[in-house]
């Protein structure tokens, strides 16, 4: 799980975004009350505690969208 959302924040960072580690900490909590089985809870988790200061939603859609089609979650 940790190294799927490293991962993640890493290719946001790439494209100009700004995750920290206050960020992926607030990711992996979330990730505590969710399902990660369902990648619609996945993403609606990373929206709210990653994107929601550095990314625009498109920018965010396209990361995650190429992002778990490429690698998954792990």
Known sequence: MISGLC???ER???H????G???LID???AFTFIDLADRKAIEG???LTISWASLQ???FQEL???WFAADGFE
């Open 12 to 14: 946001i960072r790439h």
């Open 64 to 66: 995650f969208d190429s």
């Open 21 to 23: 580690a206050a960020e």
């Open 57 to 59: 939603p498109k920018a």
């Open 16 to 19: 100009g975004g700004d995750v």
């Open 45 to 47: 988790a990373l929206r």
């Open 7 to 9: 991962g993640f924040a």
């Open 27 to 29: 990711a992996a909590r």
